[in-house]
């Protein structure tokens, strides 16, 4: 069985001080990472090229200087845009870092709105716009000092957190009734993407799958496409093959094995589907691969 996480809960940084920076290169380092969630805040910020990012089921392109802010609990994923590259960086934060005592008031009135989905905002803030432009100061100064011991500069990192947090505030707006709702539609469809994690390599059924999400069939397909922009179908291939991959750089394991493995019982369709989505048969993949890779 895959491993990978939908509900993130990794630590970012350290229990003590939940923040850290993370540097991507699309698709050198990784061609994409699947959808997920996590309980952080989270700023995509593109620095070269360009890639997309995924989000609520809203695909948004990115380029140099454009950055994404992503909310607690929003399912989203990152993909390579095209034949492009992008190099990006995440900067994640947990809303413990801005809790003081138990009765923390600015806590109450400017963070938990956006936990309990009180409150929104824009995701995507192109290099020009108000949003972007107010806080590429404070961007640039994180990621300045992203390779520094974080110990030693505590109070620089909380500072421009804070600053952030301002701002995200003053161009926030109330969740209207309508935008809460299609996002708890969309959250119920996260038992859909764990029915595919859990039983990729067996026969999944386009019925089951509703099930999961106490949805009809239409309903669950239509939302679906909505959520990922894949009919449920195109995901689950997309998911298998994306593990058939991983399997073929990470395993000496037979190329059919791997399909079988995966949940492909034919092995002709296997290597058509393969060649379409990586431009290499699964042989020719692991060979380009080299060893030890």
């Known amino acids: 069985m895959d491993h990978t996480p939908l509900h993130e ?106 936990l309990n989905g009180e409150k929104t905002m824009d995701f995507f803030h ?58 708890l539609s969309f959250g119920k469809l996260k038992n859909a993407l764990y029915y595919v994690r859990n039983h990729y390599d067996q026969e999944v059924t386009i019925k089951e799958a509703a099930k999961q999400c106490g949805f009809s069939e239409s309903h669950f397909m239509k939302l679906f496409k909505e959520f990922t922009g894949l009919s449920f179908n195109a995901y689950l291939i997309e998911y298998r093959l994306e593990l058939a991959a991983k399997q073929l750089l990470k395993t000496d394991l037979k190329v059919i094995d791997i399909a079988e493995n995966c949940g492909f019982r034919n092995h002709a369709y296997f290597t058509r589907a393969f060649h379409k989505k990586y431009g290499k048969t699964p042989v020719a993949y692991r060979k380009a691969a080299g060893p030890g890779s």
């Open 9 to 114: 809960t990794k630590i970012h940084g350290s229990i003590t001080f939940p923040y850290n920076i993370y540097r991507g290169i699309i698709p050198e380092w990784l061609r994409s990472f699947p959808l997920h969630w996590h309980d952080d805040f989270e700023l995509i910020y593109c620095s070269e090229g360009r890639m997309q990012v995924t989000l609520w089921g809203q695909s948004y392109l990115l380029c140099a200087g454009d950055l994404i802010v992503i909310l607690p609990h929003a399912v989203h994923s990152i993909e390579q845009s095209g034949d492009k590259s992008g190099t990006y960086f995440n900067l994640m934060f947990h809303p413990s870092l801005f809790k003081g005592s138990e009765d923390d008031l600015c806590y109450d009135k400017y963070v938990l709105p956006f």
């Open 126 to 183: 192109p290099s020009d716009s108000p949003f972007n432009r107010a806080i590429s100061g404070c961007i640039l100064s994180m990621l300045a000092h992203r390779k520094e011991d974080y110990p030693s500069h505590e109070l620089m990192v909380k500072s421009n957190l804070y600053f952030l947090l301002h701002f995200m505030n003053i161009y926030s707006t109330d969740a209207d009734a309508g935008s809460s709702h299609l996002q």
